[in-house]
């Protein structure tokens, strides 16, 4: 006889004991790691044949890696919802924790035949439970593909517009520097030169209709910056919703589903990013959308 499934109530209660249960588990795991490390360390026989300046050259560098170890899984379990920079710290804890279990292993090393193999399986098995429970406390974190996808698209455009803001301070300071200099030989600086015309606004993008249901399957060219993703959905809405976008990043439909889609992944192959749905927007790309478009306004205005 199956057991019947728990209710909603009981399964969230035992969820949250499981996930407090693990998170104790994985910070306890490191404290006995650092705990294990240490023992070893203060009481290897190697010290007393070491000169004074050598041990604490080496009590600094434990020091330091003790840190960068601890520092980093701090910040990786603030910043678990950024992919990127969260897998960043966990490197940088591998090296501190590697770092530590180096000198170590290096400080069990003067141990009896016996007791040095007995130690290094020790110090093994600490190591691996450390990693392997901050993995897993890590992967209770983890949010639903769909739901990192909302974070990522958001950091990336606060990355971007991050980028931009640099630029645009580092042009200007660059402008006042060559200004200054200009200016200390008796000229001004202009931006344009005195006869050039001035550029000529952008041509509007055509102004797509997204369907506020859900409907046949298209081809979609969305835009993100200097990147465009193309792909295929039957509930646009939703779709840029999902990418944290706005209607209006929408460059281009195209009526079809998924074989018309990878007929234009392999037509812009080489601006593809990686194995993604993003594209450079960039070349090939912006003359066909910029076409499409021009002929969408065309047959509007008929």
Request: net charge positive; proline share 6%; charged share 20%.
């Amino acid at each position: 006889m199956t057991r019947p499934p728990l209710p909603t109530t009981a399964r969230n209660r035992v969820e949250v004991i499981v996930g407090r249960f693990i998170v104790g588990l994985a910070w306890m795991a490191q404290a006995v790691a650092i705990g294990a490390y240490g023992s070893v360390l203060l009481t290897s026989p190697a010290w007393r044949t070491v000169p004074g300046l050598a041990l604490a050259c080496l009590g600094l560098f434990v020091l330091g890696m003790a840190g960068v170890w601890g520092v980093s899984l701090a910040e990786e379990q603030r910043i678990f919802y950024a992919r990127g920079k969260a897998m960043l710290s966990r490197k940088l804890g591998f090296i501190g924790h590697g770092g530590v279990l180096f000198a170590a292993a290096t400080a069990a090393a003067a141990l009896p035949n016996p007791g040095r193999a007995a130690t290094w399986v020790v110090l093994a098995s600490v190591a691996l439970t450390a990693a392997g429970t901050w993995a897993a406390r890590m992967q209770l974190l983890f949010l639903p593909p769909e739901d990192q996808a909302v974070i990522g698209a958001i950091t990336q455009r606060e990355a971007q517009a991050r980028a931009a803001a640099f630029d645009a301070s580092e042009k200007e300071r660059r402008h006042a520097r060559l200004s200054a200099i200009v200016g200390s030989l008796g000229y001004d600086l202009t931006d344009r030169a005195p006869n050039t015309p001035a550029p000529e606004p952008e041509t509007p993008e055509y102004a797509w209709d997204i369907p506020p249901r859900k409907h046949e399957p298209v081809v979609y060219f969305i835009r993100n910056g200097n990147r465009l993703k193309i792909g295929t959905t039957t509930e646009l809405k939703r779709r840029i919703r999902t990418l944290a976008l706005r209607a209006e990043n929408v460059v281009l439909l195209v009526p079809g589903g998924q074989p018309i889609e990878r007929t234009f992944h392999a037509q812009f192959a080489d601006l593809r990013i990686g194995n993604s749905e993003w594209f450079a927007y960039s070349g090939t790309l912006v003359a066909f959308v910029t076409a499409q478009n021009r002929l969408a306004r065309k047959e509007e205005a008929k």
